[in-house]
T-cell receptor
Framework: QKEVEQNSGPLSVPEGAIASLNCTYS??????FFWYRQYSGKSPELIMF????GDKEDGRFTAQLNKASQYVSLLIRDSQPSDSATYLC????????????FGGGTRVLVKP | ETGVTQTPRHLVMGMTNKKSLKCEQH?????MYWYKQSAKKPLELMFV???????ENNSVPSRFSPECPNSSHLFLHLHTLQPEDSALYLC??????????????FGPGTRLTVL
């Protein structure tokens, strides 16, 4: 079982809609979680981090963490074509010595 | 310069060459990392340095040799690489080791092609 798993997509979203991305992790003792955005040919850019159960909002982005169910999600409201990118979920996975472990990423396509 | 910088941005080398990748962080962080990103694969952590000390070597072949002379600079020395080593090599830094908030910040990467 992979330590951090994401659906590779692509997730196709109409402009203005909500994009919902999910990520699951294997180790219940894991603490901090991060969402990165990576445009094609570019490096990952940190957009959100969360370590408490519940929701965390930053502009059009909302991260949700549910430690009991071991999943993290990212909602992108009012999706724009510029949001088209690969979104990487990463977690501080206890079983991996608290290293930052990345999922494979979900590709998001926002269509005008 | 701001953030995390990497040079060169692109590198093409033969299997018998020796080259080095350079990373510099201007964020006052004390931890630095090398990652490898290959097509269709998740980011792979290669090395971690915390306060100049190597704290993680993720079973990386010896043809990759890291060097961290101080908390702001990180090198990756390359020799006798294989074509399968062609990838995007990313440097990152963070305040505090491993995976503490607020997270790791990445440089632009070096696109490496081994012929």
């Amino acid at each position: 079982q992979k330590e951090v798993e994401q659906n590779s997509g692509p997730l196709s979203v109409p402009e203005g809609a909500i994009a919902s991305l999910n990520c699951t992790y294997s180790d219940r003792g894991s603490q901090s979680f991060f969402w990165y955005r990576q445009y094609s040919g570019k490096s990952p850019e940190l957009i959100m981090f969360i370590y408490s159960n519940g929701d965390k909002e930053d502009g059009r982005f909302t991260a949700q963490l549910n430690k009991a169910s071991q999943y993290v999600s990212l909602l992108i409201r009012d999706s724009q074509p510029s949001d088209s990118a690969t979104y990487l979920c990463a977690g501080s996975i206890k079983a991996a010595g608290n290293k930052l472990t990345f999922g494979g990423g979900t590709r998001v396509l926002v269509k005008p | 310069e701001t953030g995390v910088t990497q040079t060169p941005r692109h590198l093409v080398m033969g299997m018998t060459n020796k080259k080095s990748l350079k990373c510099e962080q201007h964020l006052g962080h004390n931890a630095m990392y090398w990652y490898k990103q290959s097509a269709k694969k998740p980011l792979e952590l290669m090395f971690v340095y915390n306060f100049k000390e190597q704290t993680e070597n993720n079973s990386v072949p010896s043809r990759f040799s890291p060097e961290c002379p101080n908390s702001s600079h990180l090198f990756l020395h390359l020799h006798t690489l294989q074509p399968e080593d062609s990838a995007l090599y990313l440097c990152a830094s963070s305040q505090g080791g491993l995976a503490g908030a607020p997270g790791q910040f990445f440089g632009p990467g070096t696109r490496l092609t081994v012929l």
